[in-house]
């Protein structure tokens, strides 16, 4: 299985500063044929399933406000949160689709 | 709007078998461009991917749940369900049926609201 491993597993923020999650997988989740990374970033706010934030490392879903953005490729990766606002504070979880069983990150708490 | 809704007992004695359905509305199961997942989480811990089920029924298992698990849908009545046999008090957890594009994003992103099930005598 590839392991993914976040940093750190809290964080502490105020409102408006930037917030830098890191995610690293044990082994590389580049698809060399589309030259995209399989990674994706999901924010789990309290009695809610996660929200998808980010797939192909960098792409941003529909409808998620453009402070958040992803980056990296290969085995690291981070998200970003530019200006951090009081609805950000959840779980963020990575997670590798590059192969089966799809793995996630143990979660990084951001906290203000 | 797709919507996923989980239902099934939300309390499973030791040894017997876990099962859970995922209703779909908004969506088809049936269609080709989505895989249908099944993960849990439990109580206070990260998110674990149990598998996946493709409308021809083709599935993917974690190798750590495989020899326990059973995933299968039902394309009329559109909706897919999960089958845990032998269950102990480690699969104590909140399930989630959630979609995932088998061509484009590969991310998860239509979830059900989760459902818990404790695994007690």
């Known amino acids: 299985d590839i392991v993914m491993t976040q940093s750190p597993d809290s964080l502490p923020v105020s409102l408006g500063e930037r917030a830098t999650i890191n995610c690293k997988s044990s082994q590389s989740v580049l698809d060399s044929s589309s030259d995209k990374s399989s990674l994706a970033w999901y924010q789990q706010k309290v009695g809610q399933p996660p929200k998808l934030l980010i797939y192909w490392a960098s792409t941003r879903e529909s409808g998620v406000p453009d402070r958040f953005s992803g980056s990296g490729s290969g085995t690291d990766f981070t998200l970003t949160i530019s200006s951090l606002q009081a609805e950000d504070v959840a779980v963020y979880y990575c997670q590798q689709y590059y192969t089966t069983p799809y793995t996630f990150g143990q979660g990084t708490k951001l906290e203000i | 709007q797709v919507q996923l809704q989980e239902s099934g007992p939300g309390l499973v004695k030791p040894s017997q078998t876990l099962s859970l359905t995922c209703a779909v509305s908004?969506?088809?199961?049936?269609?080709?461009?989505?895989?249908w997942s099944w993960i849990r989480q439990s109580p206070g811990k990260g998110l674990q991917w149990i598998g996946y089920?493709?409308?021809?029924?083709?599935?993917y298992y974690s190798p750590s749940l495989r020899s326990r698990v059973n995933i299968s849908v039902n394309t009329s009545r559109n909706h897919l369900s999960l089958e845990l046999r032998s269950v102990t008090a480690a699969d104590t957890a909140v399930y989630y049926c959630?979609?995932?594009?088998?061509?484009?994003?590969?991310?998860?992103?239509?979830w059900g609201q989760g459902i818990l099930v404790t695994v007690s005598s």
């Open positions: 959630a979609r995932v594009s088998a061509f484009s994003s590969g991310g998860h992103d239509y």
């Open positions: 908004g969506g088809s199961v049936n269609s080709g461009d989505y895989f």
């Open positions: 089920i493709y409308y021809s029924g083709t599935t």
